[in-house]
Nanobody, 115 residues
Framework: IQLVESGGASVQPGGSLRLSCVAS????????MAWYRQAPGKQRELVAT???????DYVDSVKGRVSISREGAKNTLYLQMDNLKPEDTAGYYC??????????WGQGTQVTVSS
């Protein structure tokens, strides 16, 4: 199983980005999927999750600015990020967990927010 992220870029504060994570199999085969991020010198942190049933959850620091969604026909998980802040600067990673509990990670995509 492979996950491939894209959509990262350098943007100014207040800007928007949509990250994509394309899976090599149906995303509905996973128990859940999630976006994580890791800034230099910091631990990887959970940003948003989506369960197979469609339930969503977000870390408090991004609530109201970030939306996780999916498109089954394209085997793709998205992360729409608006009103970006410098503290959102990080590598963003997609993770999928299958029904056996195995976890799969993508290679990451870089988001840089700077004026």
């Amino acid at each position: 199983i492979q996950l491939v992220e894209s959509g990262g870029a350098s943007v100014q504060p207040g800007g928007s980005l949509r990250l994509s994570c394309v899976a090599s199999q149906s995303i509905f085969a996973f128990y859940d999927m999630a976006w994580y991020r890791q800034a230099p010198g910091k631990q990887r942190e959970l940003v948003a999750t989506m369960a197979v049933g469609g339930g969503r959850d977000y870390v408090d620091s991004v609530k109201g600015r970030v939306s996780i969604s999916r498109e089954g026909a394209k085997n793709t998980l998205y992360l729409q990020m608006d009103n970006l802040k410098p503290e959102d600067t990080a590598g963003y990673y997609c993770k999928a967990k299958d029904l056996s509990g195995w976890e799969y990670w993508g290679q990451g995509t870089q988001v840089t927010v700077s004026s």
